[in-house]
């Protein structure tokens, strides 16, 4: 039993602050849940077999839906839909955009230009006009959703990225390499990417909670994740029309505020465990 | 005219635009740059509004009259859709100049006259949260780097977490339900009390409109209708601001100056006002634009449960009846909205700090 507080006190002093266990519990109870979710469901999150709009209580913990489903199930299976969707929208938007900003910075002239005021014009817009425009051009799914917060998520992480390379590429030691005859796949692979992943992964654990809360807004307007299948967005749109039942918005919305809340959590830590040149290459990009 | 006296105009007419140019140059690069993001930002809803996979003709035109191939060829002209795509974004470019947004599907109205119709309400909402915002936000961050690592820090950023962290839609259909619903605190839905009405409109924004015709009681209750929604609309901006303004002051609190003031001992007062708050107002500056830029974001979630007759309501119907001109039209204008605020946001920033304009 001695080896555990050893392990906890070699721990960076950061992470053993409460705001990073408490957002590292809850992170790591969702993840949880949304494997176990069969387990821990006690109904079928589809079926339509229990009375409907039941207020919390025994049977039925969180209460039931206007169509007599169990909202406790459905919050448990509604994990296993937001929780890889959220993953795999941040990796893509750290890959699309990390790749688009070194190419912009390692090579410069028309497609820095190129790439960097396509970046702007996605700033031109607020966040959610923007998704939303997008998604509605696409026609209303959960994939596409995805889609559309990716056009709006890649632009920051190319501003980062840009700055990253722009900031080595003149460096000696990538010079060097590119003497020594580095092709530039190489150079970009051996020599430079090192130098951005540090900083862009920090941006994209900071980044998870908005992209959850993005994800959940297009659900919730109807632009995301059809009525049958359980996403905390659309569950708490379908208690817009029983706001009176007040257990059918407030799980949901519950679960995605416990789960940017751990992100952030978790964020807020790795921010202040930093070194101050990873730092400063996140404050650039403001927010 | 002596050949010396040439020179010396011309040295004097240089060196009086030098003077001005650093600032003129700045205005101009920034007005330049928002008129071409401005121009990026019609491009970008007419490229999204072409996309759209489904027949334009066969959405307008009712089934017989898509038999008849001489009134679909008709209809397509008319509408521009036998031209390239270039020629059909010069035509929309040139409505856009007049003011012609295209037809609502589900109004039945100009998109411009509908939105005409909605953005006083949600500048007049997004306007009061915006200066809560400042407010709470700026004086809650000071307070925190003021205090820093003391509870009241501690209690301020795990509270600016939350903030950031809440689904705005879900935290106004909970504010409805608690304080309306259940508390009957505020006011429900809506801007004013139905039995009132609205009164004449002049700027649009109703408090203003009542407080001009001196019909307080009207004044009264737009006023408390506008208390709810702006403060939920709030909450994040002011959670952003608190955690900005924190790092700003922080790092202005360790420079030299502030400590020279502190040296000669100035009263706190005047250290905190003059020296702090004044170095830290430029990156406040900035985040304010970017903050504004989320309270628009967050009408379209916010509007829809209060039902506040805003673009963001607008955009909300729009998007669940997937009317498309008519969020387009939403894109377009409160792209624009945006951009201008960024650009005073800027000017604001060089007239502020003048080592911005030099760059």
Redesign the interface.
Known sequence: MRRLPQAWRRLPEAWRRP?AVTGGIMALAWVVIALAAPLLAPHDPLAQDLPRLAGPGPGHWFGTDQLGRDILSRVVYGARVSLPLTLLLVALSVLIGGLLGAIAGYFGRWADEAIM?LA??VF???????A?????????SLGNAVLAVLVVAWASYARVSRGLVLAVRGQEYVLSGRLLGFSTWRSLRVDVLPNVTGPILVLATLDM?TAL?LL??LS????GAKPPSAEW?AM??S??EV??S?WV??F??LA??TV??AF??LG?TLRDALDPRTARAIKER?? | MSPTSVPSDVTALRDRVRRLRPFAGFLARRVLIAVLLAWGITLVTFVLTNMVPGDPVAANLGQRALGDETIVAQWRAEHGLDKSPPEQYLMHLQALLHGDLGMSQQSHRPVGDDLAEFVPATLELAGVAIVVSLVLGVAFGMIAALRRDRPADHALRMLSLIGISVPTFWLALLAFYVFFYRLQLTPGSGRVDPGLGAPESVTGLHTVDAALAGQWDVFASALGHLILPALVLSLYTIALLTRFTRSAVLEVLGQDHVRAGRAKGLPRRVILRSYVLRSALVPIITVAGLAFGSLLSGTVLVEAIFAWPGIGQYAYKSATTLDLPAIMGVGLVVGIVYLVINLIVDVLYGVIDPRVRLR
């Open positions: 705001l005021r702007d014009l031109a817009f607020p966040t959610i006009i923007l939303m425009v997008v998604a509605a051009a696409l026609g209303p909670g809360l959940s807004g919730f307007l109807g632009l967005g708490v749109a208690g817009v706001f009176d007040w918005a407030t949901p919305g995605i505020l940017v809340l952030n959590f807020d403001a927010l």
